[in-house]
């Protein structure tokens, strides 16, 4: 029997476009008012537009002294200590040749033009509040933060599509948004196939292994927001594999699953999928992570999108980073592009590059470049937990010590 051609290898680049166009006309519409509080990695369904300038006034970004300039002509210039201010107190408009003690971020008295801070001052005793010996000679505007300088009233802060940082969230909280419109969660139906595969504390039978996939994946959907429907191992055989599609494609947005998307007899994935829906089969030209399947499942009043990974450990985790979330972001209206790299130095030789596009597993050293995991098998999943990101080497590209190389951190493919 001749040997059947291999299909084409597809650019990553090319597979995403693919998959986003039709995850982006799938994007979920509906959303809900969570409390600021708890909206920590939602992403944003409306966006956020102040109704205030911040600050809402003048304020002071120091300890110190609130004056006009004018009245210290000299260093040494002392003038009468007129009111106290703290923070979250309204003082009294600034009497012409006097002082008011000022508290980090009190409003600014009307009529003065600077502050000076309290280490270029010295207290004199006096009658009332004293007095002030200013020791410098201030500039108009000095320490002062002005109204408005941080955000406009009616200024868009934060974007639909947006995900919710901790620093977007104060951002929200300084513009008065105690309440924000966010996306539903993505719901994500999981599970894995092969009749290998164990849950950790059953016994180990010969030709067995742990089921690590199901533990990987389901804690990169959660760390992606997802609500996870983890419907566990399905068996290897095509009556129990379209059972398992039927169930997962009710009530989900996406059916995430790993294994069974080779071109081995007892992968019944494939035409399981074909069976319920449709589906392309890619062999996809990045290492680690080659056979890459897309596709959706029939369900009442739609589809349900499919997405299939290697079974291989690494392969599973790089294929998620780098295809799955890009999908998940889409399918929330957020950016889908893949984070920026950072160039960084390559403590390391690569003198073997692969034809396809290569995400080698590295890490920081302590001088300020990376390095590699000494095996970059795509079994060894020791290395996703050693590695600080993914060396993105092109096509046929070796890599020499001292080189520039493009790294994707692993802490913003994950949690973008």
Known sequence: MADLPRPALLALDEVLARMLAVARERRITESEAVGTFDALGRV?????????????????SMDGYALRAAD?????????VSQRIPAGVVGQPLAAGTAARIFTG???????DAVVMQEQCEAVAGEGLGAVRVNTVPAAGQWIRRQGEDVRHGAQVLDAGTRLTPQALGLAASVGAAVLSVCRRPRVALFSTGDELVMPGQPLKPGAIYNSNRFTLRGLLEAAGCIVQD?????????????ALREAAAGNDLILSSGGVSVGEEDHLKPAVQAEGWLEAWQVAMKPGK??????VKRTGGETL??????????????FLLAVAPVLRALQGCATGLPHAVSVRADFDWPQPDKRREFL?????????????????SGVLTSAVWADGLVDNPPNQAVRRGDTVRLLLLESLIGR
């Open 361 to 377: 597993r590295a890490r920081f050293n302590a001088e300020g470049g990376v390095e590699l995991f000494p095996n970059q098998s």
């Open 291 to 296: 056979p890459l399947a897309f596709g959706a």
């Open 72 to 80: 210290v002509p000299a260093a040494g210039s002392v003038l009468p």
């Open 231 to 243: 419907l566990g191992i399905v068996p290897d055989n095509l009556g129990a594999t379209r059972a």
């Open 106 to 112: 009190a409003q600014v008295p009307a009529g003065a």
């Open 306 to 319: 499919f997405m299939g990974l290697p079974g291989n450990p690494v392969s599973s985790f790089v294929t």
């Open 44 to 60: 944003l369904a409306v966006a956020v537009a102040s109704g205030l300038d911040v600050p809402p006034a003048d304020n002071t």
